[in-house]
């Protein structure tokens, strides 16, 4: 593993090859906001709250620092105007889904977000998919997907899976970020009368 | 639609799972839609979890996840078809049919679908029946052409 040296907000920080620009800060303890990022999933880039400038060959990019890989001399600037105006819009876009998340809530506070700027349309998911990520990939019991398309996706169990699987296990409650997921379980717990018999 | 056809169309596939979609269209084009049971096979077979199969088969509009009549009604609402009285053509044939688009009828005779564009503009505008484009169509004409379907 060869080492790599970058600079992050003016530091000087090594990391190794194949780690990403947000492992890299985050083992620095330079903050970088995340939604849809953890530490056990594969990276997924979906929230872009983790939006970063980097510059390498002379020119500027905005890139998804969970996604991105570190390189050698690059520079990363995780706050600055243009950043923050990304971040604030993208909150305040999540917020008209989920608009009593606390952790929507404390990132509005940092950012200045505005949480009725746009109109509210209450699906209470931002499509993190950390639920969907957690059942496929550290579970594999690939109880719960996403249906459909833009701006209609949602996140839907497979009742038979559902029904023998997530009684016992329900570890990905705590990972939503909004309590959408919980309201989908329990509905697709109603609807299944598989469970009292196998209990 | 039974097991034994279904296996047959992922046998045809080699039963790879590179080849999900291609074996969805199959089962589509054969059945018209994709009863859960059918993707459940599926999903045993190509050993893909069940939750990918219903991403894909709820992501693409060729694929439905609810039963369609015998015929499927394509109306294009595209802008050539538009300007020339598209949405009077839909009007009789949603008259004709007592379905609105995305329906299906009771007896399972027409399903019903609005189009944005059938690439054929010169023809507009265009209803196409199971496949066959019928051009230059006025309400009147639409319905004597679906008479013809049983």
């Known amino acids: ?199 | 639609m039974d097991i034994d056809k279904i296996d047959r169309i992922i046998d045809k596939y080699h039963g790879e799972a590179s080849s999900l979609i291609q074996i969805l269209l199959d089962i589509q084009s054969e059945n018209h839609w994709l009863p859960g049971e059918a993707l459940a096979r599926v999903s045993e077979v190509l050993d893909v979890p069940l939750t990918r199969i219903q991403h894909i088969a709820t992501f693409y509009k060729a694929f439905s996840l609810v039963p369609k009549g015998r015929h499927e009604i394509h109306i294009c609402m595209g802008t050539a078809c538009h300007v020339r009285g598209a949405s009077r053509v839909l009007d009789s044939v949603q008259d004709l049919t007592g379905i609105k688009p995305g329906e299906t009828d009771l007896d399972m005779k027409f399903s019903l679908e609005t189009v944005n564009c059938l690439g054929c503009c010169a023809l507009g505008p265009v209803m196409e029946v199971d496949g066959k484009p019928h051009g230059k169509m006025a309400p009147a004409r639409a319905i004597d052409v679906l008479k013809n379907y049983e």
């Open chain 1, 1 to 199: 593993m060869s080492e790599i040296l970058l600079q992050i907000d003016g530091k000087e920080v090594k990391a190794t090859e194949g780690m990403t620009v947000l492992e890299a800060a985050q083992k620095e303890g330079i903050p970088i906001p995340t939604l849809c990022h953890h530490q056990k999933l594969e990276p997924y880039g979906a929230c872009r709250v983790c939006t970063v400038e980097v510059e390498a060959g002379g020119r500027t990019r905005l890139v998804a620092s969970c996604l991105y890989p570190v390189e050698p001399n690059l520079v990363v600037k995780t706050r600055s105007q243009k950043i923050d105006k990304i971040r604030r819009v993208l909150i305040e876009e999540m917020m008209a889904h989920a608009p009593d998340s606390w952790q929507l809530q404390e990132l509005a506070k940092e950012y200045g977000a505005d949480r009725d700027r746009f109109e509210k349309e209450p699906s209470f998911c931002i499509h993190c998919g950390l639920c969907v990520r957690y059942c496929a990939e550290i579970k594999k019991k690939n109880a719960l997907g996403f249906v459909d398309r833009g701006a209609r996706r949602e996140i839907s169990f497979i009742p038979r899976i559902a029904a023998q699987e997530c009684w016992n296990c329900k570890e990905c409650f705590e990972l939503c970020p909004t309590s959408a997921l919980q309201a989908a379980y329990v509905l697709v717990q109603a609807l299944s009368p598989a469970r009292s018999s196998s209990e």
